[in-house]
């Protein structure tokens, strides 16, 4: 799916000035956006997530001309597998200053998520010399994100009300992961952390192997969206 929506995103990042004309969104003829003061909005690519996909609308307020600050709340649902029971919510916080013309931004990504689903991993009791294979539990993991982003905006609708917005940036988040209803002296299998401990050796590593880790990890913030403004 991900492959599908890459053209259109390309197109808009190369061609969103020229779809209809406009020289710049302040100074082309109708609707003016930047004098609005709300807005709501979709962020489509969050319905694609691999295992929890987030779904909710978000609104947006202009402080002044330069300056937009939005929420997003979302409840957590299950995309393709659905014996996972995914459950919870997620609020994304964003502050945006626009340059002169309006078109690209800069602004900070504050977001946090507490969600819990269904999961199966290997353990084992090194002092009992016992295993647990694909041992079914439920994970509930809870975490804090803040990043700078920088993105790019752009009207796909001849009266400017219709805008298109795309951002990333990098930055830190802090993660915790608890394994409910673990047997005593079980941790999880060393695999596990091998294959993913590059995200974050501090994160997954040393006494980090039981039911429950945390820590900081590297946050890379990617967000579309689709605006409209009354």
């Known amino acids: ?25 302040s100074k082309s003829k109708g609707f003016d956006y930047t004098k609005k003061r709300f807005g709501i909005f979709i962020s489509p690519a969050s319905f694609f997530e691999i295992k929890n996909a987030t779904t909710g609308i978000g609104m947006s307020y202009r402080l002044s001309r330069k ?46 998520k507490a969600y819990s689903f269904n999961d199966e991993q290997d353990f084992v009791n090194v002092s009992a ?4 294979y694909k041992y079914k539990h439920r994970v509930r993991t809870t975490f804090i994100g803040i990043a700078p982003i920088f993105g790019i905006r ?22 915790d992961v608890d394994r409910k209803n673990i047997p005593a002296g079980f941790t999880l299998h060393e695999k596990f952390y091998r294959a993913t401990e590059w995200i974050s050796p501090e994160y997954y590593g040393g006494e ?9 990890t590297i946050y890379f913030p990617l967000t579309i969206r689709y605006v409209y403004y009354f």
Do not use: H
Not at 1 to 25: A, D, E, N
Not at 161 to 175: I, L, M, T
């Open 129 to 132: 010399n016992d295993s647990l």
């Open 154 to 175: 752009a009207p796909i609708s001849k009266n400017k009300r219709f805008v298109f917005q795309f951002n990333a940036g990098v930055g830190a988040k802090y993660r």
């Open 67 to 112: 300056w937009e600050i939005a929420a997003e709340p979302g409840y957590v649902y299950d995309v393709w597998d659905k014996t996972l029971k995914s459950k919870g919510a997620r609020i994304i916080l964003t502050a945006k200053r626009f340059f002169s013309k309006g078109r690209l931004f800069f602004g900070l990504d504050v977001r946090a």
């Open 1 to 25: 799916m991900s492959k599908l929506l890459l053209p259109f995103l390309m197109l808009f990042l190369i061609f969103p000035g020229k779809m209809y004309g406009q020289k710049s969104p």
């Open 208 to 216: 980090a192997y039981g039911s429950r880790i945390s820590g900081f």
